[in-house]
């Protein structure tokens, strides 16, 4: 198998703060390899990864770092999903919390509230590695 990357795509992004559209800008421009980043690392396993703080990464782990800090952002969530209808395609959505959510315990109550969301809606989904949502 060649290499993999992942790229971000133009339509499937929901920004609510316009200050942050300079960010979804930087990840459209560049591909991330196999295992950079939170969203790497969810489709490297093929489950959920999540940091509380991306300023741990440097610029070789997540190459995207210092536009995610230069636009605020620190907690970051990944998940990668595989649909029932298209069977070996694999979706990875990577969500960045609010930048006033820092505290571990409201990061862990917001994600709580996003997967409880994402199994309500995306019931033709499931986790890649074959666990249900």
């Given at each position: ?20 559209w ?74 960045f ?37």
């Amino acid at each position: 198998m060649g290499q993999v990357c992942m790229s971000t795509t133009e339509v499937a992004s929901y920004i609510i703060d316009a200050h942050l559209w300079g960010f979804r800008e930087a990840c459209v421009e560049h591909h991330l390899q196999h295992g950079q980043g939170v969203a790497g690392r969810a489709f490297l396993s093929q489950n959920m990864s999540f940091c509380s703080n991306i300023a741990q990464f440097c610029k070789t782990d997540y190459p995207l770092v210092h536009y995610a800090l230069m636009f605020g952002l620190t907690g970051c969530f990944a998940i990668c999903l595989r649909s029932f209808y298209t069977g070996d395609d694999d979706y990875v959505l990577e969500f960045f919390l609010p930048p006033g959510i820092t505290e571990f315990h409201e990061q862990k109550t917001l994600l709580g509230s996003i997967l409880a969301t994402m199994k309500e809606h995306f019931q033709s989904l499931k986790i890649a590695a074959g666990v249900e949502l």
